[in-house]
């Protein structure tokens, strides 16, 4: 099949080239000059494992290329998907920027021949479907299209294989036409049983929303938990298992720590909130996470000052990892960016490593962060070492060299990597969350 991807972001160039990879053609199209010729240049503007190696394979056996040309890359295509970012709208209101979405879409009418699936990849509110529709509809009145929609759940740092092995594929179709053009799109997900759930165009735009929000819930519901597992001296690792085992409520994601952060879930728990308001109607579980949220970055920049004895003034903070999650250079909404300038603001020195994302971290965070090579670097002479985000990396530090380094042994794990006990019988004083 020929397919046509309209963004090379995150999600655009991932699902991009795991089409080429099924063995469709596919041509990503960008507006950014500089971003299309880096990717001919065969380099890769975001870090995303494996990534790399896949589009210049595919690339290679020629399935892939990236264009500025719309009207070359939409001539032909029987699929184009719309990969443009939606970000928050800079009115500060939580609704959805829809710009991209619709210039877009006005861009591509005229270029379209034969019949073409348009397909909102994109996070949008429920309606975007049809007004694409409406759009191109207006600008190319004889186009024979139809428009569907096809959410991500990809998770940054282990996109390719949640794209190869997902948990389903929902697909939104108005038409038989179109279902069989996008079953055809994912036939190889298909002969691997990878579900396929086909739904309406409004249900599936909602259906993403849904999922993040539900997600964004559980995680602020055990970070909850955690602060209550404080308050009463119980543990929060073994309470989360204790309940994860129950399969109503599953294991996953119910691992405490600073906050949710990153690309989706702030952006599309605020987006939900003003959809439903639109409606008349509430989520007010979703609100009181998003509070939850909020007040969990605060809570750990207090848990920090604490464990300095009540002041971080002229202190020295060593902080392991700044990006939202590991295996991401993505800094966007990373816990990172509420609690650093707090200490900073405060009189604290702080010195910091990130494996993938000190280049992108110092467009979040304020000047005066001095960044260093590696842990040990960050921890000498520092009055407390802090674990802000999980990589593989900092999971078997030199617990003893990290100990000699330190000018005083305070360990605040705000990922609960660490053994408590383990950490005490080094000598640390170790402050997790929730335990
Ligand atoms: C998420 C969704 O998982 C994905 O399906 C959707 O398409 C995009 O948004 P992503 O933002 O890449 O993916 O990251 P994810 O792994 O879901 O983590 C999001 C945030 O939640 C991170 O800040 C992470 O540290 C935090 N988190 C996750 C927790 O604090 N606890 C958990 O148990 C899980």
Redesign the pocket.
């Known amino acids: 099949m020929n397919i046509t991807m309209i963004g090379t972001g995150y999600v655009g160039l991932v699902t991009g080239t795991c089409f080429a990879e099924f063995g469709h053609h596919v041509t990503c199209v960008d507006k950014l000059t500089d971003k299309i010729e880096q990717l001919n240049a065969g380099h890769i503007p975001i870090y995303e494992p494996g990534l790399d190696a896949l589009v210049a394979k595919n690339r290679e056996e020629g399935r892939l290329q990236f264009t500025t040309d719309v009207a070359g890359a939409v001539a032909g295509a029987d699929a184009v998907f719309l990969a443009v970012g939606t970000p928050t709208s800079r009115r500060g209101d939580g609704y959805a920027d829809l710009t991209y979405i619709y210039e877009a879409s006005k861009e591509l009418a005229a270029h379209l021949q034969g019949y073409t699936v348009i397909v909102d990849k994109s996070?949008v509110p429920v309606g975007t479907a049809r007004q694409v529709a409406r759009i191109i509809k207006e600008e190319n009145s004889t186009a024979d299209f139809d428009v569907a929609s096809n959410?991500?759940?990809?998770?940054?740092?282990?996109?390719i294989s949640?794209f190869m092995r997902p948990d389903r594929v929902v697909i939104g179709v108005e038409s038989d036409r179109a279902e069989q053009v996008l079953r055809e799109v994912y036939k190889p997900l298909y002969l691997q049983e990878s579900p396929i759930l086909s739904t309406t165009v409004e249900t599936a735009e909602l259906i993403?929303y849904a999922?993040?929000a539900f997600?964004?819930v559980?995680?602020s519901y055990?970070?909850e938990m955690a602060a209550v597992c404080e308050a009463v001296g119980a543990d929060i690792t073994a309470l989360a298992k204790g309940i994860g085992m129950d399969g109503r409520i599953g294991s996953?994601?119910?691992?405490?720590?600073?906050?949710?952060?990153?690309?989706?879930?702030p952006k599309?728990t605020l987006a939900l909130m003003r959809i439903v308001q639109e409606y008349g109607e509430s989520v007010r579980i979703v609100e009181a996470a998003v509070e939850v949220n909020s007040a969990q970055k605060a809570r750990m920049v207090k848990k920090i000052r604490d464990a300095l004895g009540g002041s971080e003034a002229g202190k020295t903070i060593a902080v392991l990892g700044l990006t939202?999650?590991p295996e991401?250079d993505?800094m966007r909404?990373?816990?990172a960016v509420s609690i650093l300038p707090a200490l900073l603001e405060k009189g604290a020195t702080i010195r910091a490593h990130d494996p993938k994302g000190m280049e992108e971290a110092k467009k979040y965070l304020p000047d005066g962060i001095q960044y260093v090579e590696n842990a040990y670097e960050a921890c000498e002479g520092a009055d407390m070492v802090v674990l802000m985000?999980?990589w593989n990396q900092y999971r078997a530090l030199d617990l003893d060299r990290i100990a000699s380094l330190l000018s005083k042994p305070i360990f605040v794990d705000l990922?609960n990597v660490y053994d408590p006990q383990t950490m005490k019988e080094k000598g640390f004083t170790y402050v997790g969350v929730g335990r």
Do not use: M, Q, V, W
């Not at 959410?151 to 996109?159: K, S, T, V």
């Not at 996953?252 to 879930?265: D, E, Q, R």
């Open positions: 996070t959410p991500e759940f990809l998770r940054e740092g282990a996109a949640d993403k999922a993040n997600l964004a559980k995680i055990i970070n996953k994601f119910l691992h405490p720590g600073p906050g949710y952060g990153g690309s989706c879930f599309d939202f999650k991401t993505d909404e990373s816990p985000t999980e990922r």
